[in-house]
């Protein structure tokens, strides 16, 4: 009882020490409390509606725990209200970057930062040690104020593409130990939405989200890997992990842990909040980055056709994907896996490719060539690999196949980038996990898979119109996506057939237009084969004269995973993208985003039989006003798309 007694008596004690500190979003509805006792535990409200209730956060050092029994020096509390400008304009040229952020400075040398915007929350350490650190474990755990539902993009292994289906589940009914890479969306009351992710990683492994049989997550990383065996020429085995997530400076800021909140759907895919997060472009000259459309050769098996010589991974193909790309101002083309001598030797071309007589004949066509290569060949002779490419004349790479997310391979990606930076080479990660802020530093980063995309058709039926909407709210709220769109051989459930060298699309073919607007991608491919884009020449004509970044971003209309409605503006001119699950469709939108004056609007709308024949479509041109107002019909599985350009 004496033991018991004194137990009480010091937990009261502690809690008497507790102090509460409390901070809002510039607007007022969003409102964390964090509460510092002997432990910090932090609670949010939108709308006073409470969303998150004593979660915890702590970084285990070994020999100390920052967060536990903390003692505060100071609290200050900061507003910044200002315009920020993206070198690459995924979503705008222009951001407002406006926030209130509380600063508790704690014993020893450690700070911990909220920031609150109007749509989201942010919290992250900092630390002030003058020795390496090591991390053996940072918590994040957060516990709901209710029995939400989550789109949980479900992993089996910490080694992992990111390239996973969105389960809809109650978050109690996932079973203590299911874990979920990032972002995650969490659909709490009142139309709350919270997509989860993380911003400005660095030198520190991916954050993973691990469920406990409760209305609660925990935080899950990779551990370093001290030793493995290589399998085959792109996987490792018999690996020897760490105790630890990471060994870093004692002075850093850690990642920021990402909490992007809205009340309107439409609202949530506007939010800009991973790129404000992240760190400054570290590049002194940008202008030679240029996004853009990109013809890609793998999706499509080299499938090309009324040709006089016979396709493969060879000079003539790829000069008539070249020749493809310059008839329809496509600035570049990508040479996949199969163009080296080997995977392993990607110093040499095959013996059936000139890669030097394909760089002069894109060049006096106007397209640049874009490399495909394994990840470890250019770890292991980073500088040698790219001066060879920039000697070439190549535009940028196509890096794939690091499957992984611990430290040394976040580091990989900033090494990387700043290697092709040096050398005025863009690079696109494939095989790759989620954006995490990275190219706002570096952004020569062009380009990011870590989704579920348009390739997986060629093995799965797993690429739904569905899933498409849903990536909108999920997926590319950490960033733009690779998702690889375009195809021109279309289906409707009924009639969809895997395959490997004539792969088709589930859903309409407005559907396949509709995503080069609603999908961010700054450098976005053409995915099918040249010869079914001349054979669909309107079609491809309409997509060829897409932008791939943008002034404006506007979302008409929305709802998770039913339906999108995307405008974008390009100087005058505006671009809109509609896409439907399953579920056919009528929409309108008023066009009170145009400007004075007329317009001439062209669409591309599901034909009368897009429902049985889901390449059918119908091109209507016409002229519209700020006034008008747009009727939007999509057939099940089905899309719609229009520029506007002033008269």
């Known amino acids: 009882m004496k033991r018991t007694f004194l137990i009480l008596l010091i937990a009261l004690s502690l809690n008497g020490f507790a102090k509460d500190y409390s901070i809002k979003s510039p607007n007022g509805k969003i409102q964390v409390t964090v509460a510092v006792g002997a432990q910090i535990n932090w609670s949010a409200t939108v709308d006073n509606h409470p969303i998150f209730t004593n979660n915890t956060l702590s970084v285990d050092l070994g020999s100390s725990v920052l967060g536990v029994n903390p003692k505060v020096v100071s609290a200050k509390t900061t507003t910044v209200n200002e315009v920020v400008e993206p070198v690459v304009a995924i979503k705008s040229k222009t951001i407002s970057n406006n926030y209130n ?182 590049l002194k000259e940008t202008s030679w980055i240029k996004p853009g459309l990109v013809a890609w050769d793998w999706w499509n098996d080299n499938n090309i056709y009324g040709v006089d010589f016979k396709s493969g991974l060879d000079t003539k193909t790829y000069k008539y994907y070249i020749d493809f790309a310059s008839k329809n101002n496509i600035p570049y083309i990508i040479l996949d896996e199969g163009w080296t001598k080997s995977t392993t030797n990607i110093k040499e071309a095959n013996p059936n490719l000139d890669i030097k007589e394909l760089m002069a004949y894109g060049k006096s066509k106007n397209v640049g060539l874009i490399l495909w290569c394994l990840w470890n060949p250019i770890d292991a002779d980073m500088n040698g690999i790219l001066d060879i490419y920039a000697n070439w004349g190549a535009k940028g790479i196509k890096v794939d196949f690091m499957a992984r997310s611990e430290q040394y391979m976040v580091n990989f990606y900033e090494r990387a980038a700043k290697a092709c930076a040096d050398r005025q080479l863009l690079i696109d990660f494939h095989g790759a996990f989620k954006p995490s802020g990275m190219a706002r530093a570096y952004p020569n980063i062009i380009g990011h898979e870590g989704v579920k995309g348009m390739e997986n058709c060629k093995w799965s039926k797993d690429i739904t119109p569905e899933h498409d909407v849903t990536l909108c709210f999920t997926r590319m709220l950490a960033g733009a996506m690779d998702y690889t769109p375009g195809a021109m051989h279309n289906a409707q459930a ?121 390449a059918d479509y119908k091109r209507i041109v016409k002229q519209v006003t700020k006034a008008s107002q747009l009727k939007i019909d999509m057939a099940k599985g089905g899309g719609w798309a229009a520029i506007i350009k002033k008269i």
């Open 101 to 282: 952020q509380l600063n508790l400075a704690f014993k020893p040398n450690y700070t911990l930062s909220f920031r609150l915007f109007d749509n989201g929350i942010a919290y992250r350490f900092e630390t002030s040690m003058k020795e390496e650190i090591t991390v053996k474990n940072e918590e994040v755990g957060l516990n709901f104020s209710g029995d939400y539902s989550v789109l949980f993009p479900e992993e089996t292994t910490l080694y992992s593409h990111y390239e996973r289906l969105y389960l809809d589940q109650k978050i109690s009914s996932l079973n203590a130990g299911r874990f979920a890479s990032l972002p995650t969306l969490v659909k709490a009351d009142n139309n709350i939405k919270i997509g989860i992710t993380e911003a400005d990683l660095f030198d520190y492994p991916c954050l993973f989200m691990e469920a406990t049989g409760k209305n609660a997550f925990k935080s899950k990383y990779p551990k370093v890997i001290l030793k493995s065996d290589p399998k085959g020429d792109r996987e490792i085995q018999n690996i020897q992990e760490a105790d630890y997530i990471a060994k870093t400076s004692g002075t850093r800021t850690f990642p920021w842990r990402v909490f992007m909140i809205s009340t309107e759907d439409a609202r949530l895919v506007e939010n800009q909040m991973v790129f404000l997060l992240s760190r400054e472009n570290k």
């Open 494 to 614: 009924v009639d969809y057939a895997i395959s490997n060298s004539n792969p088709m699309s589930q859903g309409t073919r407005c559907h396949q237009l509709a995503m080069y607007v609603c999908f961010d991608a700054p450098l976005q491919m053409l995915n099918d084969s040249p010869s079914n884009y001349y054979k669909e020449q309107e079609c491809t004509t309409f997509i060829c004269k897409m932008p791939t970044v943008w002034d404006n971003t506007k979302v008409l209309d929305a709802k998770v995973g039913d339906y999108i409605v995307t405008a974008r503006q390009k100087g005058t001119d505006w671009y809109i993208g509609a896409l439907t699950d399953w579920d056919s469709r009528s929409l309108t939108i008023d066009c009170s985003f145009l400007g004075d004056g007329n317009y001439e609007i062209e669409i591309m709308q599901d034909g009368m039989n897009a429902d049985k024949y889901a």
